[in-house]
């Protein structure tokens, strides 16, 4: 996908196409946190227990 000067998003090739398999970004790879593998709202969550 590529903006053009007047501002429309179009498809890299000129088509109105869309594709099973684009190009990688050419963006710099970004490091990301690492997803915890315990989710401390779902722990939070007890029916059973009155909330205060």
Partial sequence: MMWTEEGWLR???GSNLTTMEVLES???KVPMQKIPD???FEYLVDET???D
């Fill in 26 to 28: 050419s963006l710099p």
């Fill in 49 to 51: 227990k009155p909330v």
């Fill in 11 to 13: 498809m890299v090739d």
């Fill in 38 to 40: 315990f989710d401390f």
